[in-house]
């Protein structure tokens, strides 16, 4: 995404219902087949994994990291989606390994 179109999104007053992101999520992948979905996931994590690295070495900028993680998480979404995992699964999972990170 433009860089200044973002910025300006996230100073703007949006805010989508559950049900409009939930049909954004449905509309992205009714548009462009599920493997090429997945493939754009998978690049939207490394960049994440770019991102996030920048951080660690001291020349990231959070905006850069806030799109990211952004991007990220729809990407996310969209794979619940395409492999059919329900949210009460994926919150079980969630649990799970948040458990054992309180454990640690």
Known sequence: MNRTRFIQGLNSNIELSDKERRRAIRNS?????????????????????????KQIRGYGDRIGLIEEMADAYICLKLLESIFNISPEDMQKAIDVKMDRERKR
């Not at 009714?30 to 994994?49: D, G, H, Q, S, V």
Request: aromatic share 8%; glycine share 0%.
């Open 29 to 53: 992948i009714n548009k462009r087949p599920w493997k090429l979905n997945c493939t754009i996931a998978m690049e939207e994590f490394a960049e994440l994994t770019q991102q996030v690295s």
